[in-house]
């Protein structure tokens, strides 16, 4: 009985946070790295917890290692520029088929199986990420597009009628061609259209590290702006914390950078107040 | 880090509860025994973090101590036949400052204190909860009455605009003259007109007993008559048990009588699968 | 038939005020004094004829007499400060077992017997009537508070299922401790809150009167201020001109002193041009 | 004041029948006769006032009068065959013209001009009011319709909007041909169409009387069937009564035939016990 | 086969035009003039249409021609000045009848012979068309009204409900007399009030022609004016303009003036770039 | 001119079809064999054009050339049971990346580029498309499935907020599976759910032959089994044609074999009586 007792204690610890979040929008984008079948679960999970105890969970996901494998498989090889593949149309089929196809699927599965109802969507299903063609150094990179306007419409139709909707990084440029997008970036646009009250980067790191490689646990834009230009901040975690602070600046209250290999990392971020990775604020 | 992956792996295994109770409205009588400060706070946080996870908390409540040390305060003496006071017009216009006046607003208090949003009810608002006198072995008790319908328009008002209803055990005859009404008499009235998941009535005690004193944990309505025949149900718990009965019959999915004295009774009771009490089952 | 014809035409020389006032809320302070049961009946049924013509009724009520006829009961004396009680804990809870324990389920009975549809509600319901404590030259007076926020929602939850909302004058602090509220200034805060169109305010005096004695029946804010200045609005008649003001600053049409001892004061006052006591106007 | 407080009792004692019949509709046939200017005013004021308290006010009227004095204008002579009107394409031209764009033009603004919002319609709108043609002894009277069907679409869509629906009798057959109606018959086929509270028709006699001239104050439909078959109730009144008699038949809950010459005959009936002609019921 | 496909083909190249126009609102001036029986039904045929593919016809009427017909059979002469009928009352009465209880009547049933379900309404109705007496170089012209105000209420209820609303150009001075209006004032009037896409008045010449008799395909306002002020522009074409001018001022899109001879001229002007008439723009 | 006219004559004669088809639902099987590219530019320009002018659209496509060709390119080599894919886990994971991640992609591209706008479903979205797993002839299949139930939820919620749903024919088992399904039998399916007006199959032969090889018009349900039963209708139509039985017996009003290669073979089906295939009724 006491164990039970403490198991209740638990859940009213978590009231205050409930009674904050309700009814906001929580924009996670989980990656595609190969995460073990155990951590997967513990996403999808706690993503469905947070729709039942109120909250409007949307998930974009990633799908690099997927995508590179499937292409090796069929004997193609990818060059790379600036950490961009470069995307070719018949790369861009492949792309498209396992994205929409493979990763989405899954996703949309795993929620389903840990007691949601899901609808997967792709970033062309009613125009809705818009992008134009994406260079890099002048570069021409094929169909990598940047994010330029996304309209939610898609996706509040589907939250609407009480499904958690699941987006796949394909955009569209003007001319109705897809693209393939910095999953990101993808999930930046969408928490910005939908004026999300938190846009959670779930990532295979600790967080945000400073030069010495320790946590910094919180963030002002004009922080983050200061730790890029003296280099703390480097390699891929730029674009990463760059994604963050153009939402915050398009009015999303809070973005977080948290490390999805720990257990339930998305419900600690909620209900904890120091969170479990780095928390970036305007 | 690992107490909060445990505390959150908590509020993974009420997950299923959530989703089971989804929407559905769950009337809580709350007795009016003397219990202590700190019980009390849990009652009530427990019916606001219900609110939160989606169920629909209905609270009813009770007032015989509080009512019996107004009335010593008054030097008047009650009568009573068969465990009811006899209520005179005297008697009556305390009974209702009391109710209404003072152990409603408590409750209304401490479900605000804990988080929620609370207004409180007496059984005439809007002619609510209907009753005729009630006769004891043919004995008059005065104004007494026994329910005989519940309209829960005033209830589910206060309801759909978000506020937790808690509701005093008052009714209302025909000519408009209010009668003091036993509160689990009343809570299994607003369940059955709220046709509610759960009917739980909150005790001093562990639960129904059988002959020997052990928690009986399960009954059917069959088996229920047939403890109460046999004089295994007795004293106080027989009405009790008549009022889960009842409201069964009128379609109330599932009745509890549980031990308010435990911590967080109310939330064990619907997020484990034993429960703490009672459960009465078609 | 002539007889009938000339009710007939009673009718139909109210039709432009139904036009003028159809879907305004009116509040109405319904004074605690002893009035007679006859007068009372009045009250109600004007208020019931208000709702069926189209306009929405709130009533607000107060209950000093009464208050003191139970402490005097109880044994309990009372000091009064510049006309207000001085209200410690012991007062205080007597105070909230009256007001909201007896008057107001005795005007809901009243509203209810006329044939309306009522609900009681007291103003820590929904943490509605929000307030400081209010000193009166320096001095401490206990729990007796001063209006600073009415949050509406509670009220037209009730209106907007049909109810005629009875409103008890009390108030919460910012710790959720219960305060006496004067209820003229409780009903000025409601009619601010709810935009009404006229906040009426049933008094035992013919309205406003002048240095000489004389009904003022008209004034402007600017007038009466300059009659307090001058001494000429004296004693009790000053706090519930100044409500009217502060009404009538934040947005409410009009405001009316009326006396509540005319059978059908309420709608003489909204059914003839020259009503029946003092309109104070912007 | 006393004068004042009489007026509000009279106010008072019409506060059970507003409640009676609170959102009820009353479709009222207006005659065509033609009655003095006074007369017609006291009708359309009538008609607001009931919508202002609450009814639903529906208008059929007639214009036989103002037809025969435009054909006779128009130098065209009518024949009769059992008091209806032989109706060549001509003529119905008149007829439509007339009720269409004259006597409905009259109605809707007597109702405006009495403070209301009336919106005309005809029969044919939205193909409202179906008809198959009328023999009467087996003789072709030309465009005389029997009503078989009313589509309430238009009149609820007027209605819903706030307007008072002012309809002239007139019928569209299946080939789309235009016929006359009479408009007691259509004031009946509209009652049953939108299953109105009451059905009344506004004459020029005193109510139905029986054989020896006396009124009748209330019949059942087996007493009204009786008297016609012993010839008690005779002549024009006998298709009034069908009329009657067919709409409690269809759902209406009372019909009344009421002596559109007293003043305020539509209050009188709606607002007292008796009422001022004959009431007829299942 | 060929021949469907060749119809299928013509329905896609009408996709464009549908998608552009979905929604909106298109208010048609629909002459008086003895047409043909053969256009008429092209007309309403065309309404109808434009209905099913999502867009929002509202009709407005004349009647000259039909008024005087009927006055002359009355033996009434009228006189015009500035080709404004002097309309005395008893003009009135005529043009009433003509108007609302025979062209009116008219052009519902050929709205609804062609498969559409339509709704007459006045200027009248709902006080709907607001007008004030028009005077011509000073002189009494008697009820002719100019249009200062149109209240859209009544048209948007019957549009709502799925009617195409039909509207005789009458209107009504702020004593509620009716006056006789020019049918494309009160067609422009209309579309001004409802903020429509489009406002089309069906003539029975070609279009604009400019000084030589050559059409004016497309003009500007400001266009418009310098011809008018160089002469180019005459006679009865000045007040369609200036009509077309008002509403394109008042926010419609675009006003067109277009030969109601041609067969099909509504869907033409809608359904193809060049159009049949001339189009003014802001 | 002229030609504009008889352009408008056929958009008038579509007028009665888009009467009877307004606001019906049509599921469309478009399959997945290689189409030329301007015969699948018509198909998504009819199914936009449907959506115009008032009918629900609703797509569900096969993609079976599609799925062999990527399995060759992988190398891998499917055995065939009876006309149905043997489906191990590694065919099942290439059915899901071709359907979902390719063809599905491309028809809703088709559609948002004929000028409407799309959103792709998968049957596992929400688990929409049930099924148990199917044997042929008691062998096992794999990843084969029979549909048991459709979920429309998705499809509605989609619809509803304005999109084209396109729908992949994957189905979902009770353990949350993933099955193959034949896209005929996903689309009765989906129109049994939807209770659809009409269900049309898109092929690429010219309807049901008889055994003389003539096209079959017309057929009753009756008819079509004894065609079966006799053997005139062979090979692949049989289950086609059981497909268009199972879904008139769940309610739709009328299922069409129709011949995918001929222009436009979508709007010449809903607007032309004698239609271009093979109309199944009950």
């Known amino acids: 009985m006491q164990d039970l007792i403490g198991k209740a204690k638990v859940l009213v610890e978590a009231l205050p946070y409930m009674r904050r979040f309700l009814d906001k929008t929580v924009v996670v984008k989980y990656g595609g790295s190969a995460l073990s079948k155990a951590e997967r679960g513990t996403f999808a999970v706690d993503a469905v917890l947070l729709k039942y105890i109120g909250l409007r969970p949307v998930i974009v996901h990633g799908g690099g290692p997927q995508i590179g494998a499937t292409l090796e498989r069929l004997g ?13 149309d018949e790369t861009m ?47 021409d990179l094929g169909r990598v597009g940047r ?25 569209i440029d003007e001319r109705g061609v897809t693209h393939n997008v910095n999953a990101d970036e993808a999930a930046g646009g969408v928490a910005s259209a939908l ?5 959670i ?41 760059a994604c963050c602070i153009a939402a915050l600046e398009a009015g999303v209250a809070s973005a977080h950078i948290v490390d999805g290999r720990i257990e339930h990392a998305l419900l600690l971020e909620i209900f904890t107040d120091g969170g479990v990775g780095t928390l970036l604020t305007r």
């Not at 919180?218 to 901040?233: C, V």
């Open 76 to 88: 193609k090889r990818s060059t790379f520029v600036g950490g961009l593949r470069v995307t070719d």
């Open 93 to 139: 089929e492949v792309v498209e088929m396992v994205l929409c196809g493979k990763v989405n699927r899954e996703i949309v599965a795993m929620v389903q199986e840990a007691g949601g109802r899901a609808v997967g969507l792709t970033g062309n299903d009613g125009n809705m990420i818009r992008v134009t063609q994406r260079l890099e150094d002048d570069r």
């Open 147 to 171: 994010v330029v306007h996304v309209d939610p419409s898609p996706i509040t139709a589907v939250a609407a009628a009480g499904f958690v909707p699941v987006i796949a990084p394909i955009g």
């Open 195 to 199: 004026r999300a009250e938190k846009l």
């Open 201 to 241: 980067l779930l990532t295979d790191v600790e967080g945000v590290l400073d030069a010495e490689g320790c946590l910094l646990p919180q963030l002002s834009i004009e922080q983050a702006r200061k730790h890029i230009a003296e280099g703390a901040i480097r390699g891929g975690m730029i674009p990463k914390v």
